[in-house]
């Protein structure tokens, strides 16, 4: 299992991965070599040549936002260029958008390929939006190799092969490219501001809640990208409670260096397995309700991992409920009424927008298709839960467990806790609908479709990340 779980050693990956897909369904793993260590930052030039194919002379633009990077005392961005001085043309390049926090938008992303036109590699220091932003300009200058210098644990999409952008002030993943090579200074990442590697740690351990939705939705014929060895990947990972939790509050490199490791494999697993749903579950969808709401009303969005950190814990506890539990039982199943859902819609997120309004209920009818067309993969999975129950068990990490990680590495643990605060209706507003947003299949939905997403529920559900006002 070891194999299946660590991202530094590529090609035994490949290895352990192939006997697990026989007909071939994974995605390749685009990835030449990822480095989690102390002196991650040295290797830029050796990576460039590695990913270049030739020893050196080559012109390379560095882009780098306004936000200085310093590692003990020093600018990243001179010591990266530092090595780069003999043999390279090396330039660096500033993206600026006048916002505090560079933004990927449309504007950002012309800027960024524009100046990394003409070059034949590019290197990006920062955390994930600068990394999402030269995948993209890689992939628009001809795919051109792109060494990814990681200077925070926020994200899990150092490893992957798409961006998450900004369009039309709502976030959207769309496809774009493997990083070349990913080099991750755990010295570096462990200075980066607290709220960065925890908001990381809190996307990291829906490991423990996101794969059970992914499994529920391919056991009731909705999910096609499920698959055996990108689940094995995901039980390696999150093999063990996350106990180093707590060195993360003090920035301790072994912890640091596992919480890199952690969302390393997830943005590899999500790559093979060529989809998100594998790691994006209700509490996903709680924190994406948050970010449309504070779109919606032009205000801040917070960090969308301490988001699901803190909603991990409700999918948590529906799901412990529902394992533990005679909560689904035979006999309560309906078939959902779609002209029902969407005046629910409506109700819900009319105040949002008419768009807003009619993209959910675009994905709803999908959804509805999909669920009508397997009616009777419904009827047999609620029939026989108790034995389905068993295996989300091995998926699901008791809320407890959850809370107590997230709490001692420093990372909020309920809503009014995150930054934005999220005040209690909102929250319970998100919690509320979640299942109503987007065309994916979760717990929820199910709950919903028997009659038991009732308001003594969701109030349960919230009951332990609401902070007393």
Not at 149 to 178: E, H, M, Y
Not at 301 to 315: M, Y
Not at 370 to 396: M, P
Request: proline fraction near 5%.
């Amino acid at each position: 299992m070891t194999q299946l779980s660590d991202p530094t050693d590529l090609d035994g990956l490949r290895q352990a991965l192939k006997p697990l897909d026989p007909e071939g369904r994974l995605k390749p793993l685009g990835l030449k070599r990822v480095v989690i260590s102390g002196t991650a930052h040295l290797e830029v030039a050796a990576a460039l040549r590695e990913a270049l194919g030739r020893p050196s002379s080559a012109s390379v633009v560095i882009l780098t936002d306004k936000t200085p990077i310093l590692r003990a005392g020093e600018r990243l961005s001179a010591l990266v260029a530092s090595q780069l001085a003999d043999g390279f043309s090396a330039r660096l390049a500033c993206l600026d958008d006048g916002h505090d926090n560079l933004h990927a938008d449309e504007t950002v992303l012309a800027m960024a390929a524009e100046k990394a036109k003409g070059a034949d590699a590019i290197v990006t220091i920062g955390s994930g939006t600068m990394t999402d932003i030269g995948k993209i300009a890689a992939d628009r200058n001809g795919g051109i190799p792109h060494v990814a210098v990681q200077t925070a644990a926020s994200v899990d999409g150092f490893t992957d092969n798409v961006s998450v952008i900004l369009r039309n002030g709502v976030k959207r993943t769309v496809p774009s490219r493997w990083p070349t090579i990913v080099l991750a200074d755990v010295v570096t990442i462990g200075t980066a501001p607290l709220k960065l590697n925890t908001a990381g740690f809190g996307e990291a351990i829906s490991l423990f809640t996101a794969p059970a939705d992914w499994y529920l939705s391919s056991l009731l014929g909705l999910d096609s990208t499920f698959h055996p060895a990108a689940l094995a990947m995901l039980q390696a990972a999150a093999a063990e409670p996350p106990g180093w939790s707590s060195g993360l509050a003090t920035g301790e490199p072994a912890s640091i260096r596992e919480l890199t490791r952690l969302l390393a494999v997830r943005g590899i697993v999500s790559g093979v397995a060529d989809t998100t749903a594998c790691l994006s579950g209700v509490e996903h969808v709680i924190s994406h309700m948050l970010d449309l709401h504070h779109a919606a009303h032009h205000e801040a969005i917070g960090l969308h991992g301490a988001q699901v950190g803190v909603a991990s814990l409700i999918a948590a506890k529906l799901w412990r409920r529902a394992i533990e539990t005679d909560l689904i039982r035979p006999g309560l199943l309906n078939k959902p009424d779609i002209a029902k859902i969407e005046a629910r819609i409506e109700k819900a997120f009319s105040h949002l927008g008419p768009g807003i309004v009619e993209e959910c209920q675009q994905d709803a009818r999908a959804k509805h298709a999909k669920v009508i067309a397997n009616w009777d993969r419904f009827v047999s999975v609620t029939g026989d839960w108790q034995r389905h129950a068993a295996a989300f068990g091995k998926l699901v990490l008791p809320a407890e467990a959850l809370r107590s990680a997230l709490s001692s590495s420093g990372g909020p643990s309920a809503f009014q806790k995150l930054d934005p605060v999220i005040p209690p209706g909102l929250a319970r507003w998100a919690t509320a609908n979640c299942f109503l947003m987007r065309n994916r299949f979760n717990l929820v939905d199910l709950l919903d479709m028997m009659g038991l997403w009732t308001d003594e529920l969701i109030d349960w559900a919230l009951s332990d990340v609401m902070e007393a006002t």
